[in-house]
Every structure is written in C-alpha cells, then in structure tokens.
C-alpha cells in the first residue's frame, strides 16, 4: 500500500516510522510520503490561505496548491487512488471504514488547516472522513489515526494475523478481558476457566464476557446486532447477572445507610 499525506506541517508524521507502521515500512509493505503542499504557493511569502469571497471570520486554504500538489502525485503514480478529505461533516470513521481502506493500493490523505477549504478543493476527493462531532485545529492527527487503523488490517502488517481477528469492533462486540502471568496479583486472580485448558468453555466464556462489556459500556451495539440463539442466551445471562448486582448494590448501600 502506498500512502501520501498532503500537509503542511509534514514533521507531525514523526511517528509514523515507530511500532508497527515503522516495521511496515522498513518491510516495503507500506510505503508513505508526507508532502508539504506550502511548495506549491504562488507568491513570495507561500501563502496557502486567504479571505473568503463574501467576508466572513478566518482563513480559506486556497485551490492552487492542493490542485498542484495533487497534479504532481498522479504525474508520478499514476493509477486510481483514494483522495480523503478529513472534515467535521464527513463520514464517521470507524472499523469498518479502516478494513475497507486496507483493500485500496493508494490512499491520498489531505490535511486542512485555518477555517476551512475553497470549496473547490472537494473535486479532487473521494471520501470524506470524519474522527467524531469535535473540532481540531488540522487534519493530521485525524490523518495519522486513520493511517494507523488502516495500515493494521494490510496483510503482512501485523506479525500475528489473529490480533486483528480479535479486536474490538471486529464481530460487532467490545472485546472480552483478557489476562496473562501471573496467575494471582495483588490479591487478583485470572478466571478458572481460563487456566482449565478447556478450549470450548473458554471461548463461551469470551463470548460472555465481550458480551457483557458491550451491554455495560456500548448497549448501542447491541441494538443492531443480529445474535444467533447461543449468544441470545448468554446475554439473556448477562442481563440477569447485571440486574441482580445492581440490586445487590443498592440493597448494600441501603444498609450502610441505616447502619
């Protein structure tokens, strides 16, 4: 995969040589170029902003150097790519977005700053994406959250293909807790089951417990999940088991009360 990012403050992508995008790249897996779009300015002090026709309050990032900087990418790779603007009013991005990315040979990413964009500047896009109902001062942090999502899912990124498998995200459900050695800690202990070596009642319990997370934390999920019976059941569990703890709580703190 290759992936170019038109910014202007390419310093920012420091991290993307580090864990595991580093990796990729010293693999050729993914290769990935920031480019400082500021070079294609047309006046002597790169201006890449001005005042909107109009009036109005801020800065718009003027056409010019995003279109020359565009012109100059397809000169050098041609070929189709994916152009994505990162703008409040896009699509969410999510984990699906970040695995249909992962299928793309070329992904273009294009970081605004100032107020917004000539509206012009849409053209060249194919997506646009948005990280959530929040404003930040440019796009290359969005930028680099996507790249890192993405780049998890290009085969021979991660160095066990299952760690992607099991995510949070990947069949719909938060991910379940999970433990390593030692066995006991601070008075914590890993479930039994885990320790049993009984591959079927652990990947129940998994399965329990992931739905557990999500009916705690995430219910939303949950809500446009398709669930085949054997998981109907144990959230049916799950619910219960809840219910019955927050009552127990409450009884408790009604005792401590009188007490």
Same mark, same amino acid.
Not at 125 to 146: C, I, K, W, Y
């Given at each position: 995969?290759?992936? !170019?990012?038109?910014t202007l ?28 779009f ?35 990418l ?8 994916r ?5 409040p ?24 700053h ?8 849409r053209?060249?896009?194919? !997506?646009?994406?948005s ?36 995510d ?5 459900l ?12 601070r ?7 885990l320790?049993?070596g009984n ?14 997370r ?7 999920l ?19 088991e809840?219910?019955?703890?927050a ?13």
């Amino acid at each position: 995969m290759k992936i !170019d990012v038109l910014t202007l403050f390419p310093d920012m992508f420091a991290p993307m040589t580090q864990s595991m995008i580093g990796k990729a790249l010293d693999k050729g897996t993914v290769e990935f170029n920031a480019v400082d779009f500021r070079q294609y300015s047309h006046d002597k002090h790169n201006h890449v902003d001005d005042t909107p026709y109009g009036g109005g309050a801020g800065m718009l990032l003027k056409p010019e150097p995003l279109f020359e900087a565009m012109d100059d990418l397809n000169a050098q790779t041609p070929g189709p790519k994916r152009v994505i603007l990162l703008d409040p009013a896009g699509r969410k991005f999510d984990h699906v977005a970040a695995k249909e990315l992962a299928q793309e040979e070329h992904l273009v990413f294009i970081c605004g700053h100032y107020e917004g964009y000539d509206e012009r500047i849409r053209s060249l896009v194919t !997506d646009e994406f948005s990280l959530g109902d929040f404003v930040l001062t440019g796009g290359e942090l969005p930028a680099m959250m996507m790249i890192d999502a993405t780049v998890r899912f290009v085969p021979g990124v991660l160095g066990n293909a299952e760690s992607a498998a099991t995510d949070s995200f990947e069949n719909g459900l938060l991910n379940y807790p999970e433990y390593t050695r030692p066995a006991t800690y601070r008075g914590m202990d890993v479930p039994a089951v885990l320790q049993s070596g009984n591959h079927q009642l652990i990947a129940k319990w998994r399965l329990k417990e992931s739905l557990r997370r999500t009916y705690q934390r995430r219910p939303d999920l949950l809500e446009s999940m398709d669930l085949d019976k054997d998981a109907q059941k144990l959230l049916r569990e799950v619910k219960t088991e809840e219910h019955t703890k927050a009552l127990e709580a409450k009884l408790a703190a009604k005792s401590s009360e009188n007490d």
